[in-house]
């Protein structure tokens, strides 16, 4: 999991002058923020940009049934903005869901900073990019040739590679090795359901599935997938065969 103690830290932030970075400390602060605590509302306007430096957060919308739908779920380094140079209302929500530490700038103060840092617009336009990529990808899984349980598969890969943490175990040598990953955020049923569009019941049964394959195991609310390999040739394999290592 990414943590990061500052904005000159960031990767997104390399190349950019250290002036700029400077004048960025300068007018922004970093916050601390208490799981559940809400960065925005949908139909807000924005007037602070949000840079997550240590935590998770989730941007959602609601569906017409007032459910939610989880668009994307952030680590540190991203930003949790879904606009950055216009200060227009939002479409979205954004939550903290667990303790974090957020960098708030101003966004007018931010924008100046751009017209002055090219290499501070092409940072962001660089941010813009991965999340259109990253929209595409999920468009792409929602298709309904992709059936709902590969769809969880997909999206506890993803989790896994990017809030994994591998869980240890001692060798034939006494030495240890790395068996299985850890997801390290908190996944209920009511959140996974969040996440696929999908009634809980059959969230809860798509689960059950995936931990009786092999794939996951499952504790309370924390999972932990098996064998990362696995869980990929499963939800690439659109012909519905199973990957061979879950028969073992």
């Not at 609601?62 to 209302?89: A, M, Q």
């Not at 991965?130 to 595409?136: D, F």
Request: glycine share 8%; aromatic share 8%; charged share 30%.
């Amino acid at each position: 999991m990414k943590r990061y103690r500052g904005i000159e830290e960031l990767p997104i932030f390399r190349g950019v002058s250290k002036d700029t970075i400077h004048r960025m400390c300068t007018h922004g602060k970093i916050v601390t923020m208490k799981k559940g605590t809400v960065c925005y509302r949908a139909n807000d306007r924005q007037s602070d940009i949000y840079i997550l430096l240590d935590g998770q957060a989730i941007i959602y919308t609601l569906t017409r049934c007032g459910n939610r739908k989880i668009i994307f779920i952030l680590g540190g380094g991203e930003f949790l903005n879904e606009s950055i140079i216009t200060p227009g209302k939002t479409t979205v929500f954004c939550d903290v869901i667990a303790e974090s530490r957020v960098f708030v700038i101003k966004n007018d103060v931010f924008c100046k900073l751009m017209e002055k840092d090219f290499t501070l617009v092409k940072a962001v336009m660089k941010i813009q990019e991965r999340k259109l990529w990253r929209t595409s990808h999920q468009l792409k899984n929602t298709l309904g040739s992709i059936y709902l349980e590969k769809k969880l598969a997909a999206k506890l890969w993803k989790l896994a590679r990017d809030f994994g943490e591998p869980v240890y175990k001692k060798g034939i040598s006494g030495n240890p090795e790395k068996e299985n990953i850890r997801i390290g955020v908190s996944l209920s049923i009511t959140f996974l359901a969040d996440m696929l569009g999908a009634p809980r019941e059959t969230t809860s049964r798509l689960c059950k599935s995936l931990s009786e394959r092999g794939f996951i195991q499952m504790e309370k609310k924390t999972i932990i997938v098996r064998n990362m390999d696995c869980l990929s040739n499963f939800y690439k394999n659109h012909c519905g065969e199973e990957c061979h290592c879950s028969k073992n």
